[in-house]
């Protein structure tokens, strides 16, 4: 079993719809999860940064962690072209100097 | 204007030569990152660095080879060692030495015929 799971879809949704995206996960040591959206052929850019379980709401975009299903999830609403991307999920124990986990990504396409 | 710059954006070698890629940040971070990138494959990583003059090897780092001699830069090489070189190749940085969030550069794609 891969440490993180991430379903690549591709997804595809009308513009103003919400999205779920979601990715599992077998440490329970992580403490520290991350969203990064990925345009293509561009580097990865950080959108939202969760520590332990809970919901954390930026804009459009929340991100939430449920540690005991070991589950996180991006909801974004009202969905627009420019959310069309690819969406990784990444994780950290949190010791001083341990890598990040990423998952593979799922790709997205909002249709106007 | 701060930032994490890699050059070049394109780069195009024949199979056996060894190439360098730059990655250069003025963001004052401690730890530098490389990944490479395939498709469906995610993000994998080659090594990583947490202060100057000292680095890390990662998950794949069979054919690759870094310096970190100055806390701005962090170069990965290429060798013709390495298998199956074509790929994008990602830098990222890190502030402090806690679990926080990297910021990653542009990327560079590699393409070896």
């Known amino acids: 079993q891969k440490e993180v799971e991430q379903d690549p879809g591709p997804l595809s949704v009308p513009e103003g719809a919400i999205v779920s995206l979601n990715c599992t996960y077998s440490?329970?040591?992580?403490?520290?999860f991350m969203w990064y959206r990925q345009y293509s052929r561009k580097g990865p850019e950080l959108l939202m940064y969760?520590?332990?379980?809970g919901n954390k709401e930026d804009g459009r975009f929340t991100a939430q962690v449920d540690k005991s299903s070991k589950y996180i999830s991006l909801f974004i609403r009202d969905s627009q072209p420019s959310d069309s991307a690819t969406y990784l999920c990444?994780?950290?124990?949190?010791?001083?100097?341990?890598?990040?986990?990423f998952g593979k990504g799922t790709t997205l396409s909002v249709s106007s | 204007d701060g930032g994490i710059t890699q050059s070049p954006k394109y780069l195009f070698r024949k199979e056996g030569q060894n190439v360098t890629l730059s990655c250069e940040q003025n963001?004052?971070?401690?730890?530098m990152y490389w990944y490479r990138q395939d498709p469906g494959q995610g993000l994998r990583l080659i090594y990583y660095?947490?202060?100057?003059?000292d680095f890390q090897k990662g998950d794949i780092a069979e054919g690759y080879s870094v310096s970190r001699e100055k806390k701005e830069s962090f170069p990965l090489t290429v060798t013709s060692a390495q298998k199956n070189p074509t790929a994008f190749y990602l830098c990222?940085?890190?502030w402090g030495q806690g679990p926080y969030e990297q910021y990653f550069g542009p990327g560079t794609r590699l393409t070896v015929t």
């Open positions: 990222a940085t890190r």
């Open positions: 440490n329970s040591a992580f403490q520290y």
């Open positions: 969760t520590y332990s379980s």
């Open positions: 990444a994780m950290s124990e949190g010791q001083a100097g341990t890598a990040l986990i």
């Open positions: 963001l004052n971070h401690d730890a």
């Open positions: 660095s947490q202060i100057v003059n």
